[in-house]
Structures are given as structure tokens and as C-alpha cells.
């Protein structure tokens, strides 16, 4: 069974920072692509960062130079370190593992950023 279960989620002030986790199993995790996305309301799911299989890292314009994703490939999990936080970074994150037309979600964290 595939699952993937993020954490961190939590209230900061605006300027702050909250580091993301997503452990994952029941996938070989080191073939995947690992993405973050958001949710806001009444927004389409926003693709927020992307780091390959061979550790090639992609960012939406909007987090470019705050956000950070690593990987560990031990642990099976997908990191997301979010600096300089913003109120429009408010909404629910999810991780992704998209591999050979293999696609699966987590079930989502909030992170809300207050002004």
C-alpha cells in the first residue's frame, strides 16, 4: 500500500519559516519525481517545487529564493524548508511522487501565515 504522509504543518507569522516533511513508503522512492504543491481557496492546485530522481530542483516564481527541497533517499522522504514566509503562502500542501505514470498525493498539511 502507497502512502504518503506529510507534517509541519502550523500558524507563523509572516517572515518566518516551517520546514515540511513528507515520509513516504510502498513506492521505491529514489526512481520518483517528488513535488510540492498548494491549495488556496477558490485557486487551482499550485505547483510550488519539483526535485527529480536525480536531484534536479524546479521552483514556482513565487518562492523562488525562500523555499528549498531537498530529498533523502535513506528516509524516504521529501523535504520542503519555507523561509521568508508571506500570507499568500497560507493554504494546505500536499506532496506528490510521480513516476512511470505512477501519480500519488498525500492527504495534505495547513500552513497558515499570518500578517
Known amino acids: 500500500q502507497v502512502q504518503l504522509v506529510e507534517s509541519g504543518a502550523g500558524l507563523v507569522q509572516a517572515g518566518g519559516s516551517l520546514r515540511l516533511s513528507c515520509v513516504t513508503s510502498?513506492?521505491?522512492?529514489?526512481?520518483?519525481?517528488m513535488k510540492w504543491y498548494r491549495q488556496t481557496p477558490g485557486k487551482q492546485r499550485e505547483l510550488v517545487a519539483t526535485i527529480s530522481a536525480g536531484g534536479y530542483r524546479n521552483y514556482a516564481d513565487s518562492v523562488k529564493g525562500r523555499f528549498a527541497i531537498s530529498r533523502d533517499n535513506a528516509k524516504s522522504t521529501v523535504y520542503l524548508q519555507m523561509n521568508s514566509l508571506k500570507s499568500e503562502d497560507t493554504g494546505v500542501y500536499f506532496c506528490n511522487a510521480d513516476f512511470d505514470h505512477r501519480d500519488y498525493w498525500g492527504q495534505g498539511t495547513q500552513v497558515t501565515v499570518s500578517s
Open positions: 510502498g513506492i521505491s522512492f529514489s526512481f520518483y519525481t
